[in-house]
């Protein structure tokens, strides 16, 4: 099917850039908050602030009017996710909690000093035979 563009020629569209040079050298502009400032931001605000942002006129303006009117959001989502913790246990939960809170743990560990294995050679013919990579 025939469309209005496809009898004109193939021409670049916009001005084209030399090769290895970025057609925007400032980057993407910013296109308002992050989702941590967003977040960050709610979690501040009390119920009453919340509301008055969202209304009480829809389900989620009805659950947060039902929460104490002096504890800030971050609190009670804190609170919230501990309940779950306790009567619904997931591993997945903790560890994203955990790793959110404290950091990840790192695969790999570095050791620095000597470390001395009793019976080292044995283990190591065990393992690889005669010919071990220490031979």
Request: a positive charge.
């Amino acid at each position: 099917m025939a469309t209005a563009n496809s009898n004109k020629s193939a021409k670049p569209r916009g001005k084209p850039f030399p090769k290895g040079v970025s057609g925007n050298p400032k980057g993407r502009p910013k296109d308002g908050e992050s989702w941590s400032a967003i977040i960050k931001a709610v979690g501040e605000m009390y119920p009453e602030d919340l509301l008055a942002f969202i209304g009480q006129d829809n389900e989620l303006g009805k659950a947060i009017a039902k929460y104490p009117k002096q504890v800030q959001l971050k609190y009670l989502v804190t609170a919230r996710i501990f309940a779950a913790m306790m009567f619904d246990p997931n591993p997945k939960l903790w560890t994203e909690l955990l790793n959110r809170a404290e950091g990840k743990v790192p695969d790999k560990m570095q050791h620095e000093g000597t470390l001395k294995v009793e019976n080292l050679q044995e283990l190591l013919k065990k393992i690889y035979g005669e010919r071990h990579p220490n031979n």
